[in-house]
């Protein structure tokens, strides 16, 4: 039978399509199909929480008549029509999926009691327990308690089961205790998320259509940005700026049009910047001389016109609000919230879901996530005036899975973020020209290498190449790793790292790993990234690596040292090689387990393995495959990347005592982030 979860609030602006984000995501890592629906709808053409949710990765394709019920006006008109043909649709749709998760109604059209009680009948037919959602904001924790207890009093006449309760946009310093009280209204699974502004935040095209504003000018794209803020300018400039706010839409009287050139700069600042917006309110013409003036800049914030009053404007756009997962943004910001403060196991038990023994790609994802923020680490990217890069950091900054230090001039990169409309005031950025951090850096790079004659004018010149710049953060603690490549080779990422880091005790060389997230498990692949034909010592030093790269990933290292031959039933120099690797690897880590040579096929399948190795620990179920040289590992993890849908992350660089990771010049900012994430994890455990 198809379980399935009712998620519902007693008001609006209770950020519920965030909480079943979360919780579809949550569930499409236990179950093979996650199917979602909405009872009741305000159209059923264009529903933006069904929208987002069809978005997502892990809600299968399905069009948005599959997942809408009817709308408010059908429900008025006959409530009983309606709920029979909610009940088929629903039920129509539970056939095809695991799990459906239901979102209830918006309180966009009913009054609240209404509505309320109607979300409840709705449930009880569709015979779904429920998560109910309440806002904590601008309330006492006695009034949190009541308002929880009231609503859940309404579901349970109703027959109604509730699981969960959800509390959002709480207090930093109210969370514990606002969850300790609704813990007291019912003993049931209890979350409460701290605020986090931009869920609620509406979108600068929701601004200006609720106030009739027109583009004036800036870029249409940012558009679709979030305003976290409304600030009306009516004050000097100095004034001004002192209550500036990140990503605010502000609002400027249009005969203050002398306000306009500042707050441009403000914008592309890294002190006051980047603005959301700016409004234009009384609807007075722009003079041509103000016109021409910004007619020859490039103007990308939005600038808007609108024939409201200042005072009008400012009442209306207090009263937009937004979707909490209508952008990407929101979304990431979502699942951070929700990874961070939802107990998966107790939400799970709640509704008697079995959490999954596989590990799929959506799954290993969210565990690499969930694996970075247990302890934020510091990563260097020396790669500023790559854009790939600046929309990584700003992707990464969301997730919350790492602190971002960026190297350039802070002017020139706020002003590039403000041009792509990211939002990086949460990153670090060190300027490496700065005279007091080279000279630093120059003393320490040629004291480490003197042996080779290096001078402090040559260490001056060398620091100029910014991955010599930021390895040396590494290197002094200023950072716990790096990501480098999108620009530069991978020679010239790893040779600093050589030069000063330098590999671990006991190992001699430096390799590249593929984690290969296969369909339903974790793999890791070496050597596929650095050395063409390895020694049978750096084999086995590759083998060792590898095995505590799978460890720090969640994955028990059964390591392959794989070769043409099984055993004994073959011999040459490359098998040979392979052997002695072997021999190599267990004398160094004896409990390792470890087998080779071995074929693929006995390394993956049991049927083989049984009649080549019966008695082996890895064949049939090896998790870490060490390839005989660079060719072979290459081809490999290319080929079973493309042909059988495996995720392949990486390479991730190991051996060395800091982590140091090298992109492809040809990545994506997908696998920039993905970098990141695994940079940030290796750090954890150097």
């Known amino acids: 039978m198809t379980k399935s979860v009712f998620i519902a609030a007693s008001e609006r602006q209770v950020n519920k399509s965030a909480i079943a984000l979360g919780v579809v995501e949550l569930f499409a890592r236990q179950v093979k199909s996650v199917g979602f629906f909405r009872p009741l709808v305000p159209s059923l053409d264009a529903d933006p929480i069904a929208t987002a949710l069809l978005n997502a990765k892990a809600v299968p394709p399905q069009g948005v008549e599959e997942c809408v019920g009817v709308t408010y006006e059908t429900w008025a008109d006959d409530p009983a029509a309606s709920l029979d043909h909610i009940v088929a649709k629903y ?157 605010a839409t502000v609002i400027v009287p249009a005969d203050r049009l002398d306000l306009l050139p500042p707050l441009i700069m403000a914008h592309r600042s890294s002190t006051y910047g980047p603005l959301a917006s700016i409004v234009m309110t009384g609807g007075f013409d722009v003079p041509d001389s103000v016109a021409n003036l910004l007619g020859s800049t490039e103007v990308d914030l939005p600038i808007g016109r609108t024939r409201l009053d200042t005072f009008s404007t400012a009442v209306v756009l207090q009263g937009v609000s937004g979707i909490s997962t209508a952008s990407p943004r929101k979304i990431e910001v979502a699942r951070d919230l929700f990874d961070r403060h939802v107990d998966e196991e107790a939400l799970l038990k709640a509704i008697d879901l079995p959490r999954s023994e596989i590990r799929t790609p959506t799954m290993f994802e969210h565990q690499l996530m969930q694996m970075a923020r247990r302890h934020l680490k510091r990563i260097v990217l020396p790669e500023s005036t790559d854009d790939r890069i600046l929309r990584a950091a700003d992707i990464v900054l969301q997730r919350g899975v790492a602190e971002i230090i960026l190297l350039g001039d802070p002017a020139v990169i706020a002003r590039r973020a403000a041009e792509l409309g990211l939002n990086l005031s949460k990153a670090a950025i060190v300027n490496p020209t700065d005279a007091e951090l080279v000279e630093r850096f120059a003393n320490e790079y040629a004291t480490l290498r003197a042996h080779k004659g290096v001078t402090i004018e040559q260490a001056r010149e060398k620091l100029t190449d910014l991955s010599y710049f930021g390895t040396m953060m590494v290197h002094l603690g200023m950072a716990d790793g790096m990501v480098s490549g999108a620009v530069n080779t991978t020679a010239n990422t790893i040779r600093p790292s050589l030069e000063f880091v330098k590999t671990k005790p006991g190992v001699s060389v430096v390799s590249g790993s593929f984690l290969m997230s296969m369909s339903s498990r974790v793999v890791v692949y070496a050597d596929c990234a650095v050395n063409p034909n390895p020694t049978a010592e750096q084999l086995a030093d590759i083998a060792i690596s590898s095995a505590e790269t799978a460890v720090s990933f969640g994955v028990e290292p059964r390591v392959a040292m794989l070769s043409y031959s099984t055993g004994d039933s073959g011999s040459g120099e490359d098998v040979d090689l392979v052997r002695e690797a072997t021999r190599i690897a267990k004398e160094k880590q004896p409990d390792l387990k470890v087998e080779g040579p071995i074929q693929f096929d006995a390394a993956v399948d049991s049927v083989v393995a049984a009649k080549k190795m019966p008695d082996s620990e890895v064949a049939g179920r090896a998790t870490v495959f060490i390839f005989p040289d660079l060719n072979t590992g290459n081809n490999t993890y290319k080929a079973v990347q493309r042909t059988s849908g495996a995720v392949a992350i990486g390479p991730v660089l190991q051996g060395l005592r800091k982590p140091v990771n090298d992109l492809s010049r040809g990545a994506l900012v997908d696998d920039i982030v993905s970098t990141i994430t695994i940079t940030a994890i290796q750090a954890q455990t150097n």
């Open 91 to 247: 039920s129509a749709l539970a056939e095809r999926h695991d799990v459906v998760v239901v979102i209830g109604s918006d309180f966009a059209d009913l009054t609240v009691g209404t509505e309320l009680d109607t979300n409840a009948q709705i449930a009880a037919n569709l015979n779904t327990p429920i998560i109910y959602v309440c806002r904590t904001a601008d309330r006492t924790i006695e009034e949190v308690r009541r308002l929880a207890e009231e609503a859940i009093e309404v579901f349970e006449a109703r027959d109604n089961t509730v699981v969960g309760i959800m509390g959002t946009r709480a207090a930093e310093d109210q969370v514990d205790a606002i969850a300790t009280a609704l813990r007291e209204v019912r003993d049931v699974a209890v979350s409460v998320f701290p605020g986090e502004p931009v869920l609620p935040a509406p979108s600068v095209a929701a601004q200006f259509e609720a106030v009739e504003a027109e583009l004036w000018r800036g870029n249409p794209d940012f558009l679709a940005k979030e305003s976290l803020h409304t600030i009306v300018a009516g004050m000097t400039l100095p004034n001004v700026l002192d209550h500036l706010r990140r990503e």
